[in-house]
């Protein structure tokens, strides 16, 4: 079975309340005909209902079974409201503020539903921006507790191969942190291992990647990630976490044996950490093309309820996916 029919099985035992504040978009409505066919999760679609389902008819498709929320005629409205004028009052938030960006911005609205425990997770970013996603999740919802910052993390499935697990990692941060310094990789590291735990239901083997191995280069970057690697393990000392490791000294087992012996991890890695975004970017990318792997994300770990990202360039299939991952993450 492969990772997103186990991650959809998974999703049916226990449903969840999925928002998707993009209505406008054609992708989200035949991604939501799909959710609801399947039963993956219960769909609140944000917007116009007549505009809606009439879009949705258009294209042929059946969103019926949707919750179809007005964010100008909730009956809520005047709840969240005082709560996000509650939230931000230290930042001057008035109530004719928080009404307007409720009333405005869909994806405000529908973080507020997860705030208030009217939904359990969101999925956006077809149509907006990765800023216009997050920065509502950061205001509203704020970082989990425990957690030192929010990353993002792909769920990378690699056809016949027998690394990782069984052909399937965690990749992070492949999308939103720049140049992570020590601290802020270790606390990735200790994200996206929790994150493979509840995703692919298997322990996590923790690779921190460097063009070095164990010292074998000398550079600021590689004493970041030996610095990273000392703070993950004397924070996470249960944790099978390695580094630093050169790529394949962390994925092949031969080359992991000659240069790393004695790592519990090296050439058994299943959750690899990138030294920085363009390592992480181009290196999912690389495996997406040439390794024709499944790529679902960028999905967001830190934040306190689930709210994922999708790429602007998105199809419904993948919509599909993000928000099966999304319900999973909200059972935890």
Do not use: W
């Not at 994806?107 to 149509?127: N, P």
């Not at 990353?151 to 697990?165: A, K, L, T, Y």
């Not at 601290?183 to 990647?209: C, D, G, H, Q, Y």
């Not at 280069?217 to 990273?228: C, L, M, R, S, Y």
Request: net charge negative.
């Amino acid at each position: 079975m492969f990772f997103i029919d186990k991650i959809k099985a998974k999703a049916k035992t226990s449903k969840k309340v999925i928002v998707l504040p993009e209505s406008e978009d054609m992708r989200t409505l035949e991604a939501a005909d799909a959710v609801l066919k399947e039963g993956i999760a219960d769909l609140v679609l944000l917007g116009k209902e007549e505009k809606i389902l009439a879009d949705a008819k258009k294209g042929g498709f059946n969103v019926t079974g949707a919750k179809i929320i007005d964010p100008e005629k909730s009956d809520r409205l005047d709840d969240y409201v005082a709560s996000l004028v509650e939230l931000r009052k230290s930042k001057g938030m008035t109530e004719e503020e928080a009404r307007k960006i409720l009333t405005t911005s869909n994806t405000y609205f529908g973080v507020m539903m997860i705030k208030m425990k009217d939904a359990d997770g969101l999925v956006s970013g077809a149509c907006h921006s990765t800023a216009d996603t997050l920065r509502p999740s950061l205001q509203i919802l704020k970082t989990k507790p425990g957690t030192k910052l929010v990353s993002s993390f792909f769920i990378i499935e690699v056809p016949n191969c027998d690394m990782g697990e069984k052909g399937t990692f965690v990749f992070s941060d492949c999308g939103l942190n720049q140049n992570p310094n020590a601290e802020e990789l270790a606390a990735i590291a200790k994200s996206s291992a929790e994150s493979f735990r509840t995703l692919v239901e298997a322990e996590p083997r923790v690779a921190m990647l460097s063009y070095s191995t164990m010292g074998s280069a000398k550079h600021d970057d590689v004493t970041k990630v030996q610095e990273a690697t000392k703070i993950a393990k004397e924070e996470n000392p249960e944790l099978a976490l390695d580094g630093e490791l050169q790529l394949d000294a962390a994925l092949v087992a031969s080359v992991g044996e000659f240069k790393a012996p004695g790592s519990k991890v090296a050439g058994h890695a299943n959750t690899l950490i990138f030294p920085n975004l363009d390592a992480g970017n181009i290196g999912y990318k690389l495996v997406q093309r040439l390794a024709k792997a499944e790529a679902y994300g960028p999905l967001t770990q830190g934040i306190a309820g689930p709210v994922n990202d999708l790429s602007r360039g998105c199809s419904a299939s993948d919509i599909v996916g993000v928000v099966a991952i999304t319900a999973v993450q909200a059972q935890i």
